[in-house]
């Protein structure tokens, strides 16, 4: 402990006993400000407590959705120019902006969905192995590896795309 704070508590001990044994009426407003002192902290934490609990149950109910990750959903989902796009099995639609892009955006840009692909791959593999999975139907089993064909030839399809731009290039 550094020796200031030592002698800064003795110092207040001091001051306080001096305080007791030579001013006795003073007991008495001493004790009541370091009641009322306590209390009024342990109010102000536990309003803190109420409010950060409030405030997640808000933030819960609304959604966490920021700024910087709403801007960043609207411009992938609005491409500048006309979209060549992979149609999955759900009818969602990947866009790639291949008009007007140079070879290396190309490139980059199939780069980026292959890694992307790969991660939902990653993440359908990891389900396949938990108790949830175990769970499914029939059917649901059959989606599932229907889902998860589709993802892989995906990859497949667009990998070879940028091997064949590869190697044209």
Request: proline residues 4%; glycine residues 4%; aromatic residues 10%.
């Amino acid at each position: 402990m550094n020796p200031r704070i030592f002698y800064a508590v003795a110092l207040g001990a001091a001051v306080v006993a001096a305080l007791f044994a030579f001013l006795p009426a003073l007991r008495h407003v001493i004790w009541l400000g370091l009641f009322w002192g306590i209390v009024a902290v342990s109010v102000i934490a536990v309003l803190g407590v109420i409010v950060n609990i409030v405030s997640v149950m808000f933030s819960m109910y609304t959604g966490y959705s920021s700024a910087e990750q709403t801007d960043k959903v609207e411009r992938r989902a609005s491409p500048p120019v006309a979209p060549c796009a992979v149609k999955a099995t759900t009818d969602n639609v990947l866009p790639f902006s291949l008009a007007a892009a140079t070879g290396e955006e190309v490139v980059e840009q199939r780069l980026d969905a292959i890694g992307q692909l790969y991660r939902v791959e990653r993440a359908l593999s990891n389900l396949q192995s938990s108790r949830v999975f175990q769970a499914f139907s029939d059917t649901q089993k059959y989606e599932y590896y229907q889902v998860l064909g589709d993802i892989r030839s995906l990859i497949r399809e667009i990998s070879k795309q940028s091997v064949e731009s590869k190697v044209a290039s």
